[in-house]
Structures are given as structure tokens and as C-alpha cells.
């Protein structure tokens, strides 16, 4: 029997792991014998990385439907040439970030209209949505820990703690309306920890 695909995305605010889990997970599912792929956005293909360049390039001075529609570009071109193919052929794709953060931070943080992104978001996707969604969750007064050992900075990182607080919060209202797809994890813990309670969760999926 051919083996379906399943399509997981891990989101939250910046610092929480999600490429360690990411890498984790990916190892898991290995073991099972699954063909994974890991991607992210924006990136994950040479157009979308290209775009990547651009949106998040701190000297521009982008306005709110730029930046999105930016980030959609990406998205479409990522599903339908990585994304939509891998699933095509029964693998896991594991991608770090995808809609969810379009509607945090373009659409709650610069406040667009979240009924009008999701729409956008399944017009870019041609309506591929995440089977399960990760939610990697912890305050970011913790959590800026993390990025400051890790040492890179982007230019959402460079906005502050009142900034992440928003999207901590704009992420757990996403959760509340969406429950049995996004699954919201507690980051804070050792990553191991984190890893077998995602393990937990999943099994409902795998
Ligand atoms: P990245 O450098 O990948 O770092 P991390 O995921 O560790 O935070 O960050 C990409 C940035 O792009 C991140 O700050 C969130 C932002 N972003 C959006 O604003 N909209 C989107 O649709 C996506 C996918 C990302």
C-alpha cells in the first residue's frame, strides 16, 4: 500500500526550538522507516529562498501588503515545488513555520484582516493545509535566552519583549480557535522532553 504523506508545521515565537525539534522528529520518523523532508519558510526552494533575501532584509522598509504578499509568493512557489511533491510521494515534510505565521505576524501584529489572509493563504497553497500544527510555546522572557545564545538576530528578533509577547499571543488565540489541529507544546522544557511529549501527541497522526 502506498504510504500517505503527512504534513506538519511547527510555529511560535522566535528562540523556542523549532528547528531542534524539527531534526529530532525527523529522526523519529526515520526510524520508522518514513522519507522525511525538512523545510521552512520563507525558503525551502532557490525562488523562495531568494525572496527570503528580500523580506527579511532590515534596510527595507516594506508596508504591511508587501510583506505579505511577499511571503505568499514564497508559500506558493515552496508548496508546489517542494512541498505538494514530497507529500505526492508519502513523505513526512516537517516545515518550520507556514500560514499560521502569516496570520500572526502580518496579520495580527500588522493588522490585516485574518479572514482575508486565510483566504490568500489557500489561494497561494491551492488549499494545502498543515495536517497537524505545533505550536512551540514558552514566555518569551525565556525564550530570548535561548536566541541570545544562539546569536542570530533577525529583523522580527529586533523588535523587542512587548513584540514577542503579541505574537505568543496572537499564536495561543490561532490555538484556541483551531484546537485539534494545532497543538500547543510547552518549549521551555529540556528539548529532550519537549521531543518525547510531541512524539506523545502525534501518535494520534502517524
Ligand atoms: P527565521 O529567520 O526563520 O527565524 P525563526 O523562525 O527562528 O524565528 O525567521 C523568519 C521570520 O519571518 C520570522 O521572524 C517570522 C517571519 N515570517 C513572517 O513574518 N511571515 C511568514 O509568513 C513567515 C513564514 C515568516
Redesign the pocket.
Known amino acids: 500500500m502506498k504510504k500517505q504523506g503527512l504534513f506538519i508545521t511547527l510555529e ?5 526550538g ?2 531542534t525539534q524539527a531534526q529530532q522528529l525527523a529522526r523519529w520518523f526515520r526510524l520508522y522507516g518514513r522519507e522525511v523532508l525538512i523545510t ?4 525551502g526552494t532557490p525562488t523562495a529562498e531568494n525572496i ?1 533575501e528580500l ?2 532584509d532590515p534596510a527595507l522598509d516594506l508596508s504591511a501588503e508587501t ?2 504578499l511577499l ?2 509568493a ?2 506558493a512557489d515552496h508548496v508546489a515545488q517542494a512541498i505538494r511533491p514530497a507529500l505526492e510521494a508519502g513523505q513526512v515534510v516537517l516545515c ?11 496579520g495580527i ?1 500588522r493588522n490585516m484582516d485574518l479572514a482575508q489572509l486565510r483566504k490568500l493563504n489557500d489561494f497561494a497553497t491551492r488549499g494545502l493545509r498543515p495536517d497537524v500544527t505545533l505550536l512551540l510555546d514558552g514566555d518569551p522572557r525565556e525564550l530570548v535566552k535561548r ?1 541570545e545564545d ?1 546569536g ?1 538576530v ?4 529586533l523588535q523587542g519583549l512587548e513584540f514577542q509577547d503579541r ?1 505568543r499571543g496572537g499564536y495561543l488565540q490561532l490555538a484556541q480557535e483551531e484546537p485539534d489541529r494545532i497543538l500547543v507544546v510547552d518549549a521551555l522544557r529540556e528539548p529532550e522532553v519537549v521531543t518525547e511529549e510531541i512524539i506523545r501527541k502525534l501518535e494520534k497522526w502517524v
Not at 521552512?40 to 525558503?43: A, K, S, W
Not at 518550520?96 to 502580518?106: A, M
Not at 533577525?154 to 528578533?157: I, T, Y
Open positions: 511560535g515565537p522566535d528562540g523556542g523549532k528547528t521552512r519558510e520563507p525558503g527570503r523580506v527579511l510583506e505579505t511571503q505568499l514564497a508559500r518550520d513555520r507556514f500560514s499560521d505565521s502569516t496570520l500572526v505576524y502580518q501584529l536566541r544562539r542570530t533577525d529583523k522580527f528578533e505574537i
